[in-house]
T-cell receptor
Framework: DAGVIQSPRHEVTEMGQEVTLRCKPISGHDYLFWYRQTMMRGLELLIYFNNNVPIDDSGMPEDRFSAKMPNASFSTLKIQPSEPRDSAVYFC?????????????FGPGTRLTVT | RKEVEQDPGPFNVPEGATVAFNCTYS??????FFWYRQDCRKEPKLLMSVYSSGNEDGRFTAQLNRASQYISLLIRDSKLSDSATYLCAVGNGGFKTIFGAGTRLFVKA
């Protein structure tokens, strides 16, 4: 089975540009999570969806960040306008409901550099 | 106080050694617990879920202590390939998961 797929794997952009990160979750998984990882702050949950509906976006840093999940097999995280402090690795993860257990499977990440 | 705390290490151990990591959490209502492994410049990968009764998978043993609010990971007979960062994760209901900052392990020949 294919794992979580993310694109692009690397993105270098200039401050002020729009950045769109893409994620395809594992087929059959009903939860999708977006995380950001930096050396300073570790792995932070930005937002998560259940059955394509955003459940908790309290981790989204500010209005420059937005996320959508138009269908069960695709999600985007958009940053507009981007800033150098947004430089990080962005991971998408998915999981399948199983009681209270939530075993998440991560994609390879998108390494974003904003200059 | 952070919701999930880990000793960042690094832990430097020889091959064959036994090493243990602890992870404390602050929310007593936490419902699910996990250990993930992350190699350099890679994504976190689920190592094992941690059940109330404790569980074992080969050389790896995970324990949960709800009274003291910590989980532990024991690695026996360490291999060079065990060198990685180990992240603990705690689920606080509603599937929101908080990750610790990770403990770095180096296993030396």
């Amino acid at each position: 089975d294919a794992g979580v797929i993310q694109s692009p794997r690397h993105e270098v952009t200039e401050m002020g540009q729009e950045v769109t990160l893409r994620c395809k979750p594992i087929s059959g998984h009903d939860y999708l999570f977006w995380y950001r990882q930096t050396m300073m702050r570790g792995l932070e949950l930005l937002i998560y969806f259940n059955n394509n509906v955003p459940i908790d976006d309290s981790g989204m840093p500010e209005d420059r960040f937005s996320a959508k999940m138009p269908n069960a097999s695709f999600s985007t995280l958009k940053i507009q306008p981007s800033e150098p402090r947004d430089s990080a690795v962005y991971f998408c993860a998915s999981s399948r409901t199983s009681g209270v257990i939530n075993e998440q499977y991560f994609g390879p990440g998108t390494r974003l550099t904003v200059t | 106080r952070k919701e999930v705390e880990q000793d960042p290490g690094p832990f430097n151990v020889p091959e064959g050694a036994t090493v243990a990591f602890n992870c404390t959490y602050s929310n007593s209502a936490s419902q699910s617990f996990f250990w993930y492994r992350q190699d350099c410049r890679k994504e976190p990968k689920l190592l094992m879920s941690v059940y109330s009764s404790g569980n074992e998978d080969g050389r790896f043993t995970a324990q949960l202590n709800r009274a003291s609010q910590y989980i532990s990971l024991l690695i026996r007979d360490s291999k060079l390939s065990d060198s990685a960062t180990y992240l603990c994760a705690v689920g606080n209901g509603g599937f929101k998961t908080i990750f610790g900052a990770g403990t770095r392990l180096f296993v030396k020949a």
